[in-house]
């Protein structure tokens, strides 16, 4: 930790943050929440309309049974209770992104009331979030501002698209529950995974298809009252809504101590800076006039229709973490940084299933390790093809060091992991004869190194395997090298 790292930890011993979250999920159905308009991300602007998105007059919106059965599926996903009947709010407000000038939401009797989620701590546990409400609302148009885009040169317009208004949302609130900044990077990444797992929303941040919003609070330690609270709007990426979470708590923390009030406000975090800026105060803040929405009947939800839904559902994240646990013989860690995302935890068991070998912990260690380094660096393999150099690994037929090179030509040339060994003579070498030639070479070459190992440092025996290794170009097989280093050594 750094020294001011190290300072903000101390100081925040003496109070304690309190966050509650809010995200909103569009929804991956074809069409909007209450027009037939097609869903299409980056489409020509404004070709996605129509008069009931455009709220012409007389048009009456049909809500969207698909967007319904989705908020259903998440409300369960959450442990939410399913209302048996819902209805519709008008949100009201004006401003050039609601052609209507509200927004139809829902208010008193949203589709998902009271549930929770448990969360995995990173050390084996779980901490649970509750969920206030999961409710059901449509988006608003694009506002695109002059200079965000190439083609507009006039600095004195914003320009509207509303292929966007009306995209189904899923709103998410959850309790205030959460007690640090990497619990609300915990939460957001289960719940990310639990509804990519679903398929009802494809969570892509940078598109603007998962978007929350943290409320922050601090109060001091022991304090059973709610300190106030401020906003922390719509950030693009889970490590920075950590940090801006960590930036805002110390603005709180400042003031408190300095015998000032927090404000209720809405912040903006700017990653590239670290600072963090009042957009507005809440004086400013808007009443919605919320009141129900007389074009829309209520929606109502049985229990047959529940549990049709309910069979829809696939294996959800924390049940997937249980079985890998239990099939693969996997650490609860391994579990859990297997699950970070379902394409990853898909991989592995695609590469689980191709591989020979029954070693499933090794096969977790190479998708964990260098898979996920490679995909850093925009590279990937197909999971039959770490399988196969898995394979190889587990046969001792390569060793580690060999393999990892391979892994990259396997990403960067398509090339066949076990021809290539054959081709280039990569083989692991375990011949002690081979070895023992190579070894004698390099304490001969280190009698400084040889010297202090007699006189009680143990560890140059990785010294040593580290040079043999160099010598041999990572072909070398690490256990039969150690062992026969040991034992020339005691022979000097
Ligand atoms: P508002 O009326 O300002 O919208 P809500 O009570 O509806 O506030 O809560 C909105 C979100 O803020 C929820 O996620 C809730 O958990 C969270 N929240 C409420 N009070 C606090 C607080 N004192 N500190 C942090 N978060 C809070
Ligand atoms: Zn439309
Ligand atoms: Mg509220």
């Known amino acids: 930790m750094s020294m001011q790292a190290e300072a903000t930890a101390t100081r925040m011993d003496a109070w304690e943050p309190v966050i509650g979250l809010e995200i909103h999920l569009q929804l991956s159905t074809n069409t909007k929440m209450f027009c037939r308009c097609r869903l299409e991300f980056g489409a020509a602007p404004n070709t996605h309309v129509c008069p009931v998105c455009l709220a012409h007059p007389g048009v009456l919106p049909v809500p969207n049974r698909r967007a319904v059965d989705f908020a259903i599926m998440i409300g369960l996903a959450l442990n939410c209770e399913i209302a048996d009947r819902t209805t519709f709010s008008r949100k009201n407000y004006f401003y050039a992104d609601s052609p209507k000038a509200y927004q139809i939401s829902q208010y008193e009797d949203p589709i998902c009331g009271p549930g929770y989620l448990d969360v995995p701590d990173g050390e084996g546990g779980t901490f649970r979030v509750g969920i206030t409400r999961a409710h059901m609302e449509e988006d608003a148009a694009k506002l695109v501002h002059a200079g965000s885009s190439g083609r507009i040169a006039d600095s004195s317009h914003s320009f509207v698209d509303f292929n966007r208004v009306g995209t189904p949302l899923v709103e998410v609130v959850t309790d205030p529950d959460i007690r640090t900044p990497d619990q609300a990077k915990r939460f957001l ?17 940078e598109e603007g298809s998962l978007r929350c919003d943290a409320n922050i609070s601090v109060r001091p330690r022991g304090e059973t009252e709610f300190g106030t609270k401020t906003e922390l709007k719509n950030m693009n990426s889970f490590r920075f809504i ?204 280190n009698p400084k190194q040889v010297e202090q190992f007699k006189g009680g440092k143990d560890s140059l025996v990785g010294f040593f395997v580290g040079q043999v290794m160099k010598a041999m170009q990572g072909k070398a097989d690490p256990g039969a090298t150690k062992d026969l280093i040991v034992e020339l050594l005691a022979e000097r």
Not at 192 to 201: A, F, M, N, P, R
Not at 368 to 395: I, S, W
């Open 242 to 445: 950590e940090r801006g979470i960590h930036a805002e708590l110390a603005r709180q923390v400042d003031l408190l101590e300095r015998g000032e009030s927090i404000e209720q406000a809405t912040m903006h975090y700017d990653p590239t800076t670290g600072a963090i800026r009042q957009l507005r105060s809440k004086e400013a803040a808007h009443d919605y006039r919320y009141f129900p929405e007389p074009d829309l009947v209520p929606v109502e939800v049985d229990a047959a229709h529940i549990e049709r839904v309910r069979g829809d559902m696939t294996e959800l994240p924390m049940a997937r973490m249980s079985r890998f646990q239990e099939q693969y013989g996997l650490s609860s860690y391994d579990a859990e940084v297997l699950n970070i995302d379902k394409a990853t935890a898909d991989f592995y068991e695609a590469a689980v299933s191709a591989a020979s070998t029954a070693d499933a912990k090794l096969v977790a260690n190479w998708t964990m390790g260098e898979l996920l380094a490679l995909q850093k660096d925009d590279k990937d393999v197909e999971p039959a093809q770490l399988a196969a150099l898995v394979d190889l690994v587990a046969a001792k037929t390569i060793s580690g060091a060999v393999a990892k090179e391979l892994l990259v030509r396997i990403a960067d040339e398509g090339i066949d992991p076990a021809a290539t060994v054959e081709a280039e003579g990569l083989g692991q070498v375990s011949d002690t004869g081979a070895l023992r030639e190579v070894i004698v070479g390099i304490l001969d070459a």
């Open 189 to 205: 990444t289960l719940l990310k995974t639990t509804i990519e797992t679903l398929g009802v929303s494809d969570c892509n941040m």
